[in-house]
């Protein structure tokens, strides 16, 4: 008689099998989530290098037109205001891009923390099952 209740039919391959593609998918889910957190790195790693090309690119036109100024200081009237303004305005933009490379370096997200957070759940999760 206990062949005719309901899942006797399925037996341990049944089970096996069941347990089997219940891993798959959580390696999937977990590939998938460390694929995620690869990409959002080297996303940011390119935004960091782009970042400091454009600081070392401003702060290179502001040592040339700070140089440019220094030679010009003996020369007429109103070209030293305008040497300067523009020296002042790229040395601040590239020490103001420079400081937001370092500050986006120091701040960001530790590497694989969403797969680490949910691997953490997944054990917890195995851990407190009777």
Do not use: Y
Not at 23 to 36: G, N
Not at 42 to 66: D, E, I, K, P, T
Not at 107 to 123: C, G, H, Q
């Amino acid at each position: 008689m206990p062949e005719n209740s309901p899942g006797a039919g399925k037996g341990l391959l049944a089970s096996l099998t069941a347990l089997a593609a219940t891993l798959v998918a959580i390696a999937h889910t977990r590939l998938d989530l460390l694929s995620s957190d690869l990409e959002e790195e080297r996303a940011h790693l390119f935004s960091l290098l782009m970042l400091a090309l454009v600081a070392l690119f401003c702060l290179g036109v502001g040592v040339l037109l700070a140089t440019l100024l220094l030679v010009a200081a003996f020369w007429d009237t109103h070209r030293i205001l305008v040497l300067a303004v523009l020296a002042g305005l790229f040395l601040a933009s590239g020490g103001a891009a420079g400081w937001f490379v370092l500050h986006k370096a120091r701040t960001k997200p530790r590497i694989f923390a969403a797969s680490m957070s949910e691997l953490l759940k997944d054990r917890q999760q195995l851990v407190s099952r009777p």
